[in-house]
């Protein structure tokens, strides 16, 4: 978890250079909420209305070539502080994390946005066999933060504008150590924003994105992953993940992008389950086939997919697995990889990973 905000800002510290029409601007917003019982072992926890406090700093980017595919999307960072629905068990949340929201609409007096965000959090009280047995949802002080949600702003002015919101913040460690049922939280929120510098924008003449047929131009990576995960019961011992991707991937269109991956995991908690089947480091070897969608930023992309384990003796979870996350394209050829591997909605693991994309060409061409 604590590269989950580093990596999320990259795209946010790589174009952060100046550029006079890019709109750059301070936010803060107030959110009101509850705490969502998702679980049946949950239900003994929402007792506190939620309040949160939000201060955002980004820039709205229309100097890059790809930006006006996304409508001129915003970018950022923001800080974060709540409760969590029930102060004497879970206490109190904090992080930070990068975000970006993209556009729905055109108008620039009223723009309406989706908003993806992820980063790190604390959390000041988590799960003690003896001080706090009842906390059933956080394990770990460090967590990864995600927040999903609808954004609009309303310029009254060119500098001044108002926004409001309804997202839902999520508190998670990945299952790095149980238990980890998480806490989400639905909020609703009102808030103010300034604009530094509004001036009028120039047309940016966009680069031509050139198309090849189907089966040409795939650029083949491969990402080396480790991560580590922790069995039930709680208070059990955590188990190192290794994993190797050799991955297939490309960009279609300045929107949209595919990959195709073989998986080679070896999960050492599989030794744990049904301890009394003797099992070798080959019998726990799994590999499976993956088929993912990618949403292209430039070398910034997001993922989410399905794959299905082709080699899986023991079965500990299910035949598919899932993933969402994001990685990161160096010219240089470095990839770097952050993504939550799961079962459906329960979370397996989140693969930190670092990887290298032989003979790498941006898919972007000057006219």
């Known amino acids: 978890m604590r590269f989950t905000l580093l990596f999320f800002l990259l795209p946010v510290l790589g174009y952060s250079q100046e550029n006079k029409v ?3 601007f301070f936010s803060a917003k107030g959110k009101s909420g509850f ?4 679980h049946g072992t949950m239900g003994h926890l929402a007792k506190d209305r939620l309040f949160a406090g939000e ?30 629905g029930n102060r004497k068990i879970l206490g109190y949340g904090f992080g930070a994390y990068g975000f970006i929201e993209f556009p729905w609409s055109r108008s620039e007096k009223h723009v309406f946005t989706c908003k993806l965000g992820a980063g790190a959090g604390i959390i000041t009280k988590v799960y003690d066999p003896e001080k706090n047995p009842k906390d059933v949802a956080m394990s770990t002080y460090l967590n990864a933060i995600i927040c999903l949600g609808i954004q609009g702003r309303w310029y009254i002015k060119p500098e001044h504008a108002l926004i409001y919101s309804l997202d839902l913040t999520h ?12 806490v989400n939280m ?15 924008h120039t047309n940016i003449i966009p680069e031509t994105f050139e198309r090849v047929p189907f089966f040409k131009s795939w650029n083949a990576s491969l990402v080396g992953i480790i991560s580590d995960k922790e069995n039930f019961p709680t208070g059990g011992k955590r188990y190192p993940v290794i994993a190797l991707s050799a991955m297939l991937h490309k960009q279609f269109k300045p929107k949209v992008g595919m990959e195709v991956a073989l998986d080679i995991i070896s999960k050492q908690s599989i030794m744990g389950y049904r301890d ?41 979870d299910d ?3 899932h993933r969402v996350g994001m990685r990161y394209q160096f010219q240089n050829g470095l990839l ?3 993504v939550l591997k799961s079962h459906w909605a329960k979370a397996d693991y989140i693969e930190y990973g670092v990887g290298y994309t032989f003979n790498y060409k941006s898919r972007y061409h000057a006219k």
């Open 276 to 316: 009394y089947i003797p099992k070798t480091q080959w019998s726990i070897l799994q590999i499976g086939g993956f088929l993912g969608y990618n949403i292209p930023l430039d070398k910034f992309r997001f993922v989410i997919g399905m794959g299905a384990y082709i080699k899986d003796r023991y079965n500990p």
């Open 336 to 338: 770097l990889n952050l």
């Open 319 to 321: 035949l598919f697995y």
């Open 22 to 24: 890019d709109d750059w």
């Open 55 to 84: 201060f955002s700093f980004g820039k709205r980017v229309r100097s890059k070539n790809w930006s006006q595919e996304y409508r001129n999307p915003y970018i950022g960072g923001t800080l974060y502080g709540s409760n969590l």
């Open 186 to 200: 639905p909020f609703i929120g009102l808030g103010y924003a300034y604009t530094f510098k509004k001036e009028e």
């Open 35 to 38: 705490l969502a019982a998702h």
């Open 171 to 182: 508190f998670s460690n990945g299952a790095s150590k149980v238990p980890n049922l998480g």
